[in-house]
């Protein structure tokens, strides 16, 4: 099946700094990806739904400029959180749809972020 | 309440029969999905099923669905320890996922 990789797997950072985490589709294209936010024990919440090309959209409650996401290409999405605090620790998961209409989602490993 | 429910815990004994239930309030989807995720890990897909079957088999996995009471079931059939995990039902318009069912499985 078709694959989503993220990298990094995990990131421990300074309160304060931002970080990136990458969305790639190695073997398909992805016009649309998602991005999920997932707390200890806790379902996965829609963050935000990242468009090739546009602006993403956002889910309520979700702070656009603090999770900033870019859809630069076909096969790569990027989610920054900008200037991180211990409250935005948690695991950050993106999908993308494959491309041929059969509504299977494909997700990627997770990125773990960890704020001190 | 909760747009998708699930129970959140489960136990069953290697070799037993694990039955997942979760009931939803939004009926649109197209395709409802079961999904596992073992710890640290982002999620697998299990299987589907279209809107329009009552019931799918996969080797070990059988899914119900019951449109009229929209409630979704996934069984496996001779659970292995390789099973525990969490096991989330999604669907629906907006990707929305159920809050995942802990399976742990005991020898």
């Known amino acids: 099946g078709a694959v989503v990789s993220q990298h990094p797997s995990w990131v421990i950072c300074k309160s304060g700094t931002s970080v990136k985490i990458e969305c790639r589709s190695l073997?398909?294209?992805?016009?649309?990806m998602f991005w999920y936010r997932q707390f200890p024990k806790q379902s996965l919440m829609l963050m935000a739904t990242?468009?090739?090309?546009?602006?993403?959209?956002?889910e309520q409650g979700v702070e656009k400029d603090k999770f900033l996401i870019n859809h630069a290409s076909l096969t790569l999405s990027t989610l920054t959180v900008t200037s991180a605090h211990p409250e935005d620790s948690s695991f950050y998961i993106c999908s993308a749809p494959d491309g041929q209409g059969t509504g299977e989602l494909f997700f990627g490993e997770g990125s773990r972020l960890t704020v001190l | 309440g909760e747009d998708v429910e699930q129970s959140l815990f489960l136990s069953v004994r290697e070799g037993d029969s694990s039955v997942i239930n979760c009931t939803y309030t939004?009926?649109?989807?197209?395709?409802l999905y079961w999904y596992k995720q073992e710890p640290g890990a982002g999620l697998q897909l299990l299987t589907y099923i279209f809107s329009n079957m009552d019931m799918k088999q996969d080797q070990r996995l059988t899914v119900l669905l019951n449109k009229k009471d929209k409630h979704l079931s996934l069984r496996i059939a001779d659970t292995q320890t390789g099973d525990s995990a969490i096991y989330f039902c999604?669907?629906?318009?907006?990707?929305?996922f159920g809050a995942g069912t802990q399976v742990v499985v005991t020898p």
């Open positions: 073997d398909f294209q992805a016009t649309t």
């Open positions: 990242s468009n090739e090309g546009s602006k993403a959209t956002y």
């Open positions: 939004d009926s649109s989807s197209t395709y």
């Open positions: 999604a669907g629906w318009g907006k990707l929305q």
